[in-house]
C-alpha cells in the first residue's frame, strides 16, 4: 500500500453540518477508518467516515464540529478503524470517552491493539451462562435472578434511585462457590452528570473497589458524538480482560438514553429515513452491538455481565430506547416510581421485571431445590394481591372473602419485608428464600401451587 | 460470465459498483479483496447496488467487484442436519475451528462437508424413466433423518447409470440420466437459489394439526400441518420459550429453527438443550432432526434479510423428500427491519413507518411458501410445510406494520399478552384475543383420536372463558358475592381452565409434553366439574360448600401426573368430583 496516501494530509473540507464534515478529493479512504482532524487553531480532534462515495467522505466528529472552518481544516485519514491500545494495567484508571487517560497518570503501554467494533461471538462457540450471581438483594436473587455472562439491564426513571441500586450490586456481587477468579469492573459513562460520576467514584473507593475499576468518563459537558465510542472502548476492554486475562468482568452502563439520542443526532444531520420518534432504523442493530457483547465462551475462564442502566424517557417502557433494549437484552429490572413513593428501596416492581436466564442459574446445586417454585409462587401470590387491591378501592375490603384478604395482607407484607431493604444490607439466597416462605405462609395452603408438594412440609414454617 | 466491477460508494451494509453491466438481480458478488459475499439488489445502467453480508468496515471505493454467474443458493443434500448456519448457510461450527470464538470477516468455508463419505443406498436402476422429485437413493443422514436422494427438479429422462450401493461423497456423480437435453449428471449434492420457493404439484388443504404437546396451542388454536401461525407479543412474555416448545415437541419430521436477529444465548441453549431431549415419538435426540439457522442481532443485517429465505428453502428440500417440516422464525420484526435499513441505506421512499413499500408482499412471499403439498415426482407424496412465525412489535403495539401485514395472511394468531406474563401465567397467551381458523379442519382428526365430543368441550370451554371476562366486570363493579351462585361456579371452573389447563410449565420434566389424549381428558374432567358443580346446586347445595371440594386440589396437580400413570388418575379425580358433591348432600 501507498504509504503517503495513508498520511496525506487534506485541506478540502467542503461542508460541515452538525456533527458531520465532508471532504471531498479524497483518495483511497475506506468505510470506518479513523481521521484525525487539526482545527485551524491548532486543536487535534477525531473522526471517523461514514460514507464514501468516490472521492467524497462523510466524516462523523467525535469532539464536536466548532472552530472547524471549511478552508484551513486539516483532515488525515489514518487508514485504521477505531483502536484501542489494552493492558491490565487499565484496570485502576480513568479515561475519557474516547479512550485518553484522564487521570493524569502515564499512558497505557498497550498489550494489544483492538477493533472496538469488535467481531460477533460466534453462536456455537458460546457457554450458556448458568453460574448464580448474589446480589444480596432479595427482588433481584430470588425473583430476578442475575447469572455470569447475562446482560439485565436496569430500566429506571429520573429521580430513581437507579445508581444507588447499580453501585449496592457492584459492591455485593459475588459467586457462591467461592473459586478466587480475579474480577474487574468497567463503568462506563455516557453523558451523565459529575455529581452522578462522583458518586460512583466515591463508592468504589470508600469500598477499595477502585484498583479493579476502568472508568471511562464521558459526561453531560463533553461532546455527545463522543459517546458513541464509548461503550464500546469499554467493553473492548471487558472482552480483553475476560477472554485474554481469564477475568469475571462486570460492565456498567450508564446511561444508555444519553447514547442513542447520540446516535439520533448523527442520523439526523445525515438526512436519514427516520424511524420511531426520529431515532434511526438500525438502532436495533447498533445496540445489539452493545449488548450482545455480554457473555461467555465455551472453553475460557472469564466472562462479561453487563449491567446497562437507562432512564426511560416519561417512565415509558414503550419508548423505542427501553423497547428494544428488552428485545435484546436478557431480562430487566424495572424500577417503579410508584413504589418508591411509598418509601420503598429498591424500589423495583418485579411484576414487569424479568430475567430471561434465571432458569438454568438457579435449583439444586447452584441455589436451592425450592428456588423456581418459590419465586413463581410469590410472582403470581402478589400479582392476585395487586390485582385486588384496585377491587378493595371499589368495594370495601370486607367484601372480600378470607382467600382473597390472605392475598391482600400477603402483597402489603411483601412489600414491606421482602422488596425493602437497607442500602448496606446483603441477604443470602437462604435468608432471601426462607424469607419468601416466611410471606407465603400467610396464604391458604391449599393455594400453593406453584411450589412443589414435598417442598411445602420441608420449608414451610 | 464473470463481471468485474469497481466500488465507488460504501454506505454501511450497502455499497454500489460501477462496470457491472451484465450482471442481473439477486446474483451473488464477491466485494474488495477480501471476497466479502454480497448480492445485488439494484442496478442502474453501469452501477449495481449491493448489499454486503458481511461487515463493510474499511472498504475503499475503488477495490474490485467480482461477480458470481449466479443467484445466491443454498446447498442441499446430506450434511444438513443437526448442523447450525449462519445466515447464508456457513456452518457456523466450521467458522470456529477456522477463525477461533469471534466470527472474523470474509470467512470462505463450504455449506456443507464435500469430503465426507455417506453410505448412499441406490433406489432405482438402470433404464428406470425418472423426472425431477424422484427418489433414486437413500442416505441415513442422522438417526432420525433419512435423506432420500432426489432427481433434481426439471430434469427427465432415462436411467443410463447409477452406482451401487457404497460410500460416496456428496459431489460425486451417481448417476447419468438420459434427457431431451443431452446426458445430466446428478449428484446428491443440489443447489437453489434461496428467493425462489422449490416447485410442487398441487396445493391441498391442511387438515391434520401440529401437534405439540402444548394444552393452549392444541387445544385451544390449533395450527394445521401447513398452516401458518404468528406469534405477536412485547418483550418478556415469552416468545422465545414459545417458539421453542414448539421446536422441541411438534411432531413434524424435520424442524428449521431461524434465529433471525435474536440473542446469541438463546442460539447456544438450543444447542445445548437439542442433544440432550428426546423426541418424543421416536426416542431419538430432537437435535438429529433440527436444522439451525443462527443470524445473532449483532451479526451483519444483510444476511438477516436473507437468513429467512435460507431457512424456508431448507424446509421445502425436505419437504420435497415427503416429509412434515416445521419452521420457526424468531423474529420476523427483526427481518422486516433489515428490509427496512437496507431500503433506508437505498434512500427508498419509506412506507408506513419507515418500512420499504414492498413489506406486505414480501411477508406474503414468504408465508405463501408454507403449505401441503403433493410433491413433484412420478409418485405422490404428501407432505408440509408449516411455519410460525414470531413478531416483535415495538412497545407491544399491535396496530404496528409488522403485525398487521402478518396477521392478513397468517392463519392462526397466538397473543402474547404482557399482563399474563407478569403474573407468570405462561404461556402468556391471551386466550379471547388469539385465533385459529383450523379448528374446523382439524376437528375430525381430534376426534378420532380422542372422542367424538373433542369440539364441544372445548367450544364449551371457549363458551366459559368468555362468560368469565363478562363476570370479571361485574366483580370489578359489585364484588365477587353479589353474583348467583351458578356464576360463582362459572368462575370457579374458569379459574381452573385458566390455572390448571391452560398454564403449563415448560421446565417441568412431565409438564413440557401433554399428550392430546391427556388435553383432553384434563379440560373434559374441568368441564364435568362445572356441570355436577352445576347439578349439586340444583340439589339444594350451596355454592361455596361446592368450590370448597377437597377433589380441586388434584385437579389442579393433573396436569404433573406421567403420562403413564394419568389414566388411572384422571379416573379416580372424575368419580372423587362426583362423590365428593354427592357427600354434601
Redesign the interface.
Known amino acids: 500500500m501507498n504509504a503517503d496516501i495513508k498520511t496525506k494530509e487534506y485541506t478540502t473540507v467542503t461542508e460541515v453540518a452538525g456533527p458531520l464534515m465532508i471532504v471531498e478529493g479524497v483518495e ?6 479513523i481521521v484525525e482532524i487539526e482545527t485551524p487553531n491548532g486543536e487535534h480532534r477525531r473522526g471517523q467516515v ?6 467524497r467522505a462523510v466524516v462523523q466528529v467525535f469532539e464536536g464540529t466548532t472552530d472547524l472552518n471549511t478552508k484551513t481544516t486539516k483532515t488525515r485519514f489514518t487508514g485504521e ?1 477505531a483502536k484501542i491500545g489494552v493492558s491490565v494495567d487499565m484496570m485502576g484508571r480513568i479515561f475519557d470517552g474516547t479512550g485518553k487517560p484522564i487521570d493524569g497518570g502515564p499512558d497505557i503501554i498497550p498489550e494489544m491493539e483492538l477493533d472496538i ?13 448458568a453460574e448464580f450471581i448474589q446480589t444480596g438483594i432479595s427482588t433481584i436473587d430470588g425473583m430476578n435472578t442475575l447469572v455470569r ?1 447475562q446482560k439485565l439491564p436496569i430500566f429506571s426513571g429520573s429521580g430513581l434511585p437507579h445508581n444507588d441500586l447499580a453501585a449496592q450490586i457492584a459492591r455485593q456481587a459475588k459467586v457462591r462457590a467461592a473459586e478466587d477468579t480475579d474480577f474487574a469492573v468497567i463503568f462506563a459513562a455516557m453523558g451523565i452528570t459529575h455529581e452522578e460520576a462522583n458518586f460512583f467514584m466515591k463508592d468504589f473507593e470508600r469500598t477499595g473497589a477502585l484498583e479493579r475499576v476502568t472508568v471511562f468518563m464521558n459526561l453531560a459537558d463533553d461532546p455527545s458524538i463522543e459517546r458513541i465510542l464509548t461503550p464500546k472502548m469499554a467493553l473492548t476492554t471487558a472482552e480483553y480482560l475476560a ?1 485474554e486475562k481469564d477475568m469475571h468482568v462486570l460492565v456498567i452502563l450508564t446511561d444508555l438514553t444519553n447514547y442513542c439520542e447520540a446516535l439520533r443526532e448523527v442520523s439526523a444531520a445525515r438526512n ?5 420518534r426520529g431515532y434511526p ?2 438502532m ?2 447498533d445496540l ?2 452493545i ?3 455480554a ?1 461467555r ?2 472453553g ?1 475462564e472469564g466472562s462479561i455481565t453487563q449491567m446497562p442502566i437507562l432512564v426511560m424517557p416519561q417512565d415509558d ?4 430506547i427501553p ?2 433494549t ?3 437484552t ?3 429490572i424495572v424500577l417503579s416510581r410508584e413504589l418508591y413513593r411509598k418509601g420503598i428501596y429498591p424500589p423495583v416492581d418485579v ?2 421485571s ?1 430475567s ?2 434465571m ?2 442459574g438457579i435449583g439444586n446445586e447452584r441455589t436451592r431445590e425450592d428456588h ?1 417454585g418459590v419465586s ?1 409462587q410469590l ?2 401470590a402478589y ?2 394481591g395487586r390485582n385486588l387491591r ?2 378493595v378501592a ?2 370495601g375490603e370486607e ?3 378470607p382467600r ?1 384478604q390472605s392475598f391482600l395482607k400477603f402483597a402489603d407484607e411483601f412489600e414491606k419485608q421482602f422488596m425493602t431493604q437497607a442500602k448496606d444490607e446483603d441477604r443470602t439466597i437462604e435468608e432471601t428464600l426462607d424469607l419468601g416462605w416466611k410471606l407465603l405462609s400467610l396464604l391458604p395452603k ?1 393455594e400453593l ?2 411450589v412443589k ?1 414435598e417442598h411445602i412440609p420441608k420449608y414451610l414454617p | 460470465m464473470i463481471t468485474e466491477g469497481n466500488i ?5 451494509p450497502v455499497i ?1 459498483a460501477d462496470g457491472m453491466r451484465g450482471t442481473q438481480m439477486y446474483e451473488m458478488v464477491r466485494v474488495g479483496s477480501s471476497k466479502l459475499i454480497g448480492e445485488i439488489i439494484e442496478l442502474e445502467g453501469d452501477t449495481a447496488t449491493i448489499q454486503v453480508y458481511e ?8 477495490e474490485k467487484v467480482e461477480s458470481t454467474g449466479g443467484p445466491l443458493s443454498v446447498e442441499l443434500g446430506p450434511g444438513i442436519m443437526g448442523s ?1 448456519f449462519d445466515g447464508i448457510q456457513r456452518p ?2 466450521v ?2 475451528a477456522i ?7 470474509g470467512v470462505n468455508v463450504p455449506s456443507i462437508n464435500k469430503e465426507k463419505k455417506w453410505t448412499f443406498q441406490t433406489k432405482a436402476k438402470v433404464g428406470d424413466s425418472v423426472k425431477g422429485g424422484d427418489v433414486i437413493g437413500e442416505v441415513q443422514e442422522t438417526s432420525a433423518v433419512l435423506q432420500k436422494i432426489m432427481v433434481p427438479p426439471k430434469i427427465e429422462g432415462k436411467i443410463l447409470s447409477i452406482v451401487s450401493n457404497g460410500e460416496y461423497t456428496v459431489e460425486e456423480d451417481i448417476a447419468e440420466i438420459e434427457t431431451n437435453d443431452g446426458v445430466k449428471k446428478v449428484q446428491m449434492l443440489q443447489k437453489w437459489p434461496v428467493r425462489k420457493g422449490r416447485p410442487y404439484k398441487e396445493k391441498l388443504d391442511p387438515d391434520v394439526p401440529l401437534i405439540s404437546g402444548q394444552r393452549t396451542q392444541d387445544t385451544f388454536f390449533p395450527v394445521a400441518k401447513g398452516g401458518s401461525a404468528a406469534i405477536p407479543g ?3 412474555s415469552g416468545k ?1 420459550v414459545t417458539q421453542q416448545q414448539l421446536a422441541k415437541w411438534a411432531d413434524a419430521d424435520i424442524i428449521v429453527y431461524v ?1 433471525c ?1 435474536e ?3 438463546e ?3 438450543v ?2 438443550d437439542f442433544p440432550e431431549l428426546e423426541d418424543p415419538k421416536t426416542g431419538n435426540p430432537l437435535m438429529d432432526r433440527t436444522v439451525l439457522i ?1 443470524n ?4 451483519p ?1 444483510a444476511a438477516r434479510e436473507a437468513c429467512v429465505y435460507t431457512g424456508i428453502t431448507i424446509a421445502e428440500y425436505f419437504r420435497d423428500q415427503g416429509y412434515d417440516v416445521a419452521l420457526m422464525a424468531d423474529s420476523t420484526s ?1 427481518w422486516a ?1 433489515a428490509m ?2 437496507i431500503s ?1 441505506r437505498l ?1 427508498e421512499m ?1 412506507g408506513e ?2 418500512y420499504p413499500a414492498y413489506l406486505a408482499s414480501r411477508l406474503a412471499q414468504f408465508y405463501e411458501r408454507a403449505g401441503r403439498v403433493t410433491t413433484i415426482g412420478s409418485e405422490d407424496k404428501f407432505s408440509s410445510v408449516s411455519i410460525v412465525g414470531a413478531v ?1 412489535p ?4 399491535l396496530s404496528e406494520p409488522v403485525t398487521q401485514n402478518t396477521l392478513r395472511i397468517c392463519k392462526v394468531f397466538w397473543a402474547l399478552d ?1 399482563s399474563l ?5 405462561f404461556p402468556s397467551i391471551n386466550w379471547l384475543q388469539s385465533y385459529s381458523l383450523y379448528v374446523d379442519s382439524v376437528e375430525n382428526w381430534w376426534a378420532e383420536n380422542t372422542e367424538n365430543d373433542w369440539r364441544a368441550t372445548r367450544d364449551e370451554a371457549m363458551v366459559l372463558l368468555q362468560k368469565e371476562s363478562e363476570l370479571q366486570e361485574i ?7 353479589a353474583l348467583p351462585d351458578s356464576e360463582q361456579i362459572t368462575l370457579e371452573t374458569t379459574r381452573m381452565i385458566r ?1 390448571d389447563f391452560l398454564q403449563q410449565n415448560a ?1 417441568d420434566d412431565v409438564d413440557t409434553y401433554c399428550s392430546p389424549l391427556k388435553q383432553y381428558q384434563m379440560l373434559k374432567t374441568i368441564i364435568s366439574f362445572q356441570k355436577e358443580g352445576v347439578a349439586a346446586l340444583g340439589r339444594g347445595i350451596e355454592s361455596k360448600n361446592i368450590i370448597a371440594i377437597p377433589i ?2 388434584e385437579i ?2 393433573m396436569k404433573y401426573v406421567h403420562e403413564n400413570d394419568f389414566p388411572t388418575k384422571i379416573k379416580e379425580i372424575q368419580e372423587g368430583i362426583v362423590k365428593q358433591l354427592g357427600d354434601l348432600n
Open positions: 483511497g479512504v475506506a468505510y470506518s477508518e461514514l460514507e464514501v462515495e468516490n472521492d478503524t467494533n469488535g467481531a460477533p461471538m460466534n453462536p456455537s462457540a458460546r457457554e450458556f451462562p455472562g477472554f436519514e429515513v427516520p424511524g420511531r432504523g438500525y436495533y442493530t445489539s452491538g449488548y450482545e457483547r457473555g465462551i465455551r475460557k417502557i414503550t419508548h423505542p423497547d428494544l428488552g428485545y435484546i436478557e431480562g430487566q411484576l414487569p424479568l430471561r436466564l432458569s438454568g423456581s413463581d410472582y403470581s400479582a392476585e384496585d377491587l371499589v368495594v367484601a372480600l372473602t382473597d391449599s401451587k406453584r408438594e | 465507488i460508494k460504501i454506505a454501511g454500489v461487515e463493510t468496515a474499511g472498504l475503499k471505493p475503488g447450525i457456523l461450527e467458522i470456529k477463525s477461533g470464538s469471534f466470527i472474523e470477516r412485547p418483550f418478556g422465545t434465529g436477529g440473542r446469541g444465548n442460539m447456544t441453549e444447542l445445548l443462527a445473532t442481532s449483532n451479526m443485517v427483526r427491519e427496512r435499513e433506508g434512500e419509506p413507518e419507515g416483535s415495538p412497545g407491544g403495539d404482557a406474563a407478569d403474573k407468570r401465567h366483580v370489578q363493579l359489585v364484588g365477587p358475592d390455572e421446565y380441586k386440589e389442579g396437580r
